[in-house]
Structures are given as C-alpha cells and as structure tokens.
C-alpha cells in the first residue's frame, strides 16, 4: 500500500528519523495559516509548498514550490490544490492534487555547505536479507544514477539475525562523506530509518533527498514509503492511512473481493486461479495476437461469485473486447467452476463481448459439457492451444 509524504513523515518522526516541520491542508485559505505556524515553531520565513499525490517527479511536473513569502504560500497553494500533476510516473493523465504540505524550507543559509543523498531501505530478494541502498547522488532518479555513475551507488546488507549494528551505520556515513556533528547525525539517522522499516511491516523505504543542512543537520526532505499489504492487520492505523483516491477504482473493487488484480493496457480481459497459470494465459494471448488487458487471479476456490466479480472488473474496461478464462481444477472441480460461470454470466446478462472458457483438471470434459449446453454465448476450450486458437478468431 502506498502512502501520502506527509503520513510517510508522520510514521518516520515517531521512530525518530528527523523530518521537516509541516501541516497538510486541503484548502488554499488555510496554507496561509499553516506557514505561520510553522514560521512561529522554527523561526524561518521560507517554505516549501508541496502537492501530495502518489507518484515521484512532483517537483519536475511543477507541483513542488519555494515560497519566499506568505503571499507566495498563498499564490503556491492556489496554483497546486486541485491541479491535474502530471509526472513521469502519473502517466499522461496525471492526478489530481486534493491536499498540500506546507513544510519548512530547509535551505537556509549557515557556515557549512548543503548537501542531498539518496537512501532506501528494501528486501534484496536473492539474498533474503534488507539492505540499504544509499548514494552521494541525491535528488536525481536511482535509476539514471545507476545507468551513468553505478559506482556511486552503495549497498549495505543487514543479517537479520542480529539487525543493523553501529559499524554499519558509521560505514553509511563515512562513505557519503561526512565528518564531525554530520557524520554522528547521519549514523543516528541511518540506524532509526533501518528500525522504522523493519517495525513497521514496510516493503520499501525511499528518501530522496537526504538533506544535510548549512548547520550540519540531516532531514529527510522526502519520503516514499510502501506498506506490505499482508501485515497491515498488524498495522490498524497504517491501514487507515489509505487514499482511495489514488487508487484504481478497479483495482478497489477486486480487493474487496479478496481478487488479485492488476490492470494492464490490453485488449483481452484474463480470468484464471493461481499466479502461474495468470502469466502462462497472458502469454498465450499475446502469441495468439491479442494483448493481455488485466492480471486477475480468483485464487483456488472458483465459484458463481468471485466469477461474477471478475466479469463485472474486467468489463469496466472499455478497450476490453474478448475475456479468456482459464481455470484448472485441482482444488475445485471444473464442473462446478463452469455451474458458476454459467451461473454468474445470467446474473450479468448480455456481456457483449466474446467469453472464452478453458477448463483443465478435475471434471474438464463434464465442465466443458455443461458449457456448452448452457445456450449461452460462451465459447468453451480444453488445452491451451484451443484457447490461443478462439482468442486469435475472435479477437
């Protein structure tokens, strides 16, 4: 589950990693209002004025401002609250801007120079250990970091028997450089980031920038954070954080269902049981000439209802023009997969759009019959190959 920057901050400021001082807001007329408080807490007189959507590349795309004034905390706010943000990872369509953080700018003057790094905390799968992933090169996308300078990015791995030790915080900080009241600040920072990751269920962890002050602070300027969905009932209050908002409609809905679905750009709807099989039929869709349109895995017990949630999903879609459903039995039977697919197609009446069924497993040919006896328009199929053959026909 993704989160806003500013719940991001709340959750790293109580496992104390330093965050900037800020207020979200929903209403230009109250940015003004936040500023000031802020200004009275820290005594600064600059801003920044940020528009919280779930995508990077928010400043680039003009929905992060430095406000030198509150007059421009107010024209900022106004200009942002509400604006379609269109970023890199938004896509062309953008998102639309329904809160602001007001934050303290942190980029004040002070005798020493100010500097970003870049630092996640993530899962290296292959080795099944956390590790930190930190660069010198804050502020820029990690990927173009690693594509032209790879030798300024460092990783640091955790042995989860005994967590991250003191040496390899120090080893972060001497590494990005850093001497005196930065290097102590840097290795508390690195060591409470590391606790808040692990205690807090998280898949990723990414702030970009790190920002180390003119006075030799360390700030996390930004912060990307992503809850592991499936111990969120450990987390009660993570899991209010979520912005429905920001989330695909379609991709709600399946939730609620307990479906696993992932929309794509296709044009064949799929429909299968089991994450293996999911990837097997869209590559048969693509190789019979069709493109896959969703990833959508009813899991092993099939039946009238969880088909007719995934019908009713995919045909929100309208570039769909066909949907292949692929089920093998072995948890359930095919019969009693094709009673509830024949079962859920009447309760949605006329589809509009070719259904192709294919049934292995358990029952296959009983459940094919059934199929094919309904007097529904739905196309039935026993191999793979049949399938591929009925998608490339219809579609």
Not at 58 to 63: E, F
Request: net charge negative; hydrophobic share 45%; with cysteine.
């Amino acid at each position: 589950m993704n989160i806003h920057e500013y719940q991001a901050k709340s959750i790293l400021k109580e496992f104390g990693v330093a965050v900037p001082l800020g207020i979200v807001v929903d209403k230009v007329e109250d940015a003004a209002s936040a500023a000031k408080q802020i200004a009275e807490k820290t005594g600064l007189e600059t801003w920044a004025v940020k528009a919280q959507i779930h995508a990077g590349g928010r400043g680039k795309g003009g929905g992060v401002k430095i406000a030198k004034n509150i007059d421009e905390v107010t024209q900022y706010a106004n200009d942002i609250l509400g604006m379609q943000l269109v970023t890199h990872q938004t896509g062309p369509e953008g998102k639309q801007v329904n809160k602001l953080l007001i934050e303290q700018s942190i980029y004040y003057p002070g005798p020493s120079e100010i500097k970003e790094f870049y630092m996640s905390v993530l899962l290296n799968r292959q080795t099944g250990r956390n590790i930190i992933m930190y660069s010198t090169e804050g502020g820029m996308d990690i990927e173009t970091v690693a594509a032209e300078t790879p030798h300024l990015i460092y990783k640091e791995e955790i042995d989860p028997k005994v967590g991250i030790q003191a040496f390899q915080a120090r080893k972060v900080a001497f590494n990005l450089g850093l001497s005196g009241a930065a290097f102590k600040d840097m290795t508390k920072f690195v060591v409470s980031l590391y606790n808040a990751y692990v205690a807090t269920d998280a898949s990723m962890f990414e702030i970009n920038p790190v920002f180390l002050t003119s006075d030799d602070k360390v700030f996390a300027a930004d912060a990307k954070v992503n809850l592991d969905d499936n111990a969120l009932y450990r987390h009660k209050d993570y899991a209010a954080m979520q912005d429905e908002t920001e989330e695909d409609p379609a991709e709600l809905e399946a939730a609620k269902h307990d479906l696993s679905f992932v929309k794509l750009d296709g044009n064949v709807g799929c429909m299968v049981n089991g994450a293996g099989l999911a990837m097997a039929t869209m590559d048969i869709i693509k190789l019979s000439g069709g493109d896959p349109a969703n990833f959508l895995d009813v899991g092993g017990a099939a039946n009238a209802v969880t088909v007719e949630a995934g019908f009713r999903i995919i045909l929100k879609d309208p570039n769909v023009n066909a949907i292949l459903l692929n089920i093998f039995g072995g948890i359930v039977r095919c019969d009693r997969v094709a009673a509830g697919v024949v079962e859920a197609v009447k309760s949605i009446g006329d589809i509009g759009i070719p259904v192709i069924v294919r049934l292995q497993g358990t029952n296959a040919e009983e459940g094919k019959k059934i199929i094919d006896d309904s007097g529904l328009k739905v196309n039935s199929a026993i191999t793979l190959q049949d399938a591929a053959d009925l998608v490339k026909e219809l579609v």
